[in-house]
C-alpha cells in the first residue's frame, strides 16, 4: 500500500511542476479558452465514473451515484470542449479576416 | 496483450495529448488544434476505460454519456458569448460533483477502505462538494439570479473557520474508521456543500475573476483526488495540471488587482470601501456630446479603445469593431487596451472582441500599452472604471491603491463612455472623470457608438 501511495504522489508532484511550466507563458488573450479547455481535462474524474457505474447492479446505491457522475462528468468534458473550440474559432489574425 | 497493460499504455497517450494541447493553447494560431488534440486524448482514455476488468454492466454507463453529451452539447452550442463566464463556472461545478460522486460510489461499494484510500476519499469529496456548490454560486452572481454584491454579515469568517476545523475534523475521525462512519460521511458531504456556498458569497462582483480561477484550480484538485481513490494515473496527471494552471491565472489575476488571495477570499471588497470612501476630488466633470466626440476622433491619428464589464453589458461589441474599422479607414491606429481583470473571468474582453472579429493582434495588453500611451491621441474607455483609475496610483488612501491601471489620463485626450456619474463596481469615486483631458460621453455605451459610426458614415 505505502508503495503505491508514494508512487502515486511522485506523479502528482511532477504533474503539479510540469502544468506549472505550461501554464506559465499563456498569453493574456487565451486566458478564457484556456480556463475552458483545462476545465474540460478536469472532467477527466469521467473515468472514475465509468467504473463505478460499471459495477453491475447488485450495488445499485453504487451505480446511481457512478451514473450520475457519469453524466455529470461528461457534461464538463463534452460541454467545455465544445465551447472552448467555439470560443477559439472565432479568434483570428488581421490578414486571414471574415468570420468562419 | 494484458488489459490493464493497454488501458495504461493509452493513458499515457491520453496524458501526452492533455500536455500537447495546453502547450498548444499558449498560442493563438496553435489554440484550437491544441483543444482538438486534448478532446482527442480524452475520448481515448474514456473509450479505453470500458475494457476495465471491473465493468460488468453497461447500461448506466451509456446511459449517463448520453444524457451528459446531449446536455453539453446544448448548453455550449446555445449559450451566448457574453454568458460564457457563467457557464464555464457551471461546467466546473459539474466536475466538482462528479468527483465527489465518484468518491461516495467508491465508498458505498466498499466502506471497509485503509487509512489512505479513505483520506481520499474524503478529500475528493470535500474540494468536490466546495468546487460544486461555489460554482453554482459563481454562476448565480455572474448570471446575476443573485446579487453580485458580497452578502457579508456578522461573524461570517469565525462561521467559516468552525465549519472548516469541523469538516477537517470529521475527516479524520472518518479516515480512522471509514466502515463504522456511514452517517458522519454524509454530514461531511452536507457539510463541503454548505461551506462551498459560503465560501462565495462574500466575494464581490470585480473579484469573480480570481473566484473562477480558483474554483477552476479545486475542479482539477478534486479530479485528482478522485485518481488517487481509484489508483489511477490519468486522473491524477490530468487533475494535477489543471489544478496548477488554475492557481496560475489565480496568482495572475490577484497581481493585477495588488491583493493578496487571502484577501480576496476573506474581505469583502465592498464592505471595506464605503466605509472610507471620501475621496476628495477636484476640478468639474466636462460633458460631451456625440457631434463633437465625432470631430475630435476624425482629426486623432491614434486611439487606444479600453473596454470594460460596462462593454459586456451594453452588448457594444460589434458597433465597438465597427467604429474601430471606420477609424482605421479614416487613416487611424486603432489598439484595444485590455486589463488583465476587466470582466469577469480571466480574458472577458478578449473573447468578446473575438466574437465580435476583432483581429486578435489589435489587442494590447496592459504592460504594452502604458509606456506608450503619452503619444495616443484619444483613448475611449468603454465600460470600464476601476482598471483607469488614476486613484490606484495616486491616492494612497484609496481602496485600490497600487493595483496597476491603464494609464488612460496620460492620454491627450480620454473619452469615458458612461450611464451617469454613479461610481463603479468597487463604488470608488473616480479622479479620471474630473480631469482636464477628460470628456464624459453620457448615455448607453452603444448608442453613443452607434451615434458616433453614424457620424462618420454620413460624412
Known sequence: ?100 | MNRDVLINAVYIIAAISFIFGLKMLSSPATARKGNLVSAVGMLLAVVVTMLNKEIISYQWIGFGIIAGSVAGVFAARLVAMTRMPEMVALFNGFGGLASLLVGWAVYHYQPSVNVFTAVTIYLSVLIGGITFTGSVVAFGKLSEVITGKPVLYTGQQIVNAVLLIGAIACGVVFSIVPAANYPLFIVSVVLSLVLGVLAVIPIGGADMPVVISLLNSYSGLAACAAGFVIQNNILIVAGSLVGASGIILTNIMCKAMNRSLSNVLFSGFGAVVNSKAKTSVEGEVKPIVVEDAYYILEAARSVVIVPGYGMAVAQAQHVVRELGELLEANGCEVKYAIHPVAGRMPGHMNVLLAEANVPYDQLVEMDDINPMIETVDVCMVVGANDVVNPAAREDESSPIYGMPIINVDYARTVFVLKRSMASGFAGISNPLFYKNNTRMLFGDAKQSIQGLVSEFKNS
Open chain 1, 1 to 100: 500500500m505505502e508503495t503505491v501511495a508514494i508512487f502515486l504522489g511522485f506523479i502528482l508532484i511532477l504533474s503539479i511542476f510540469l502544468g506549472f511550466e505550461l501554464i506559465a507563458k499563456v498569453p493574456s488573450t487565451l486566458h478564457t479558452p484556456l480556463m475552458s479547455g483545462s476545465n474540460a481535462i478536469s472532467g477527466i474524474t469521467l473515468v472514475g465514473a465509468i467504473i463505478s457505474a460499471g459495477t453491475g447492479e447488485g450495488n445499485w446505491v453504487s451505480v446511481l451515484l457512478g451514473t450520475l457522475a457519469v453524466a455529470f462528468a461528461t457534461i464538463n468534458v463534452v460541454g467545455g470542449y465544445f465551447v472552448t473550440d467555439r470560443m477559439l474559432g472565432m479568434f483570428h489574425k488581421k490578414e486571414t479576416g471574415g468570420k468562419q
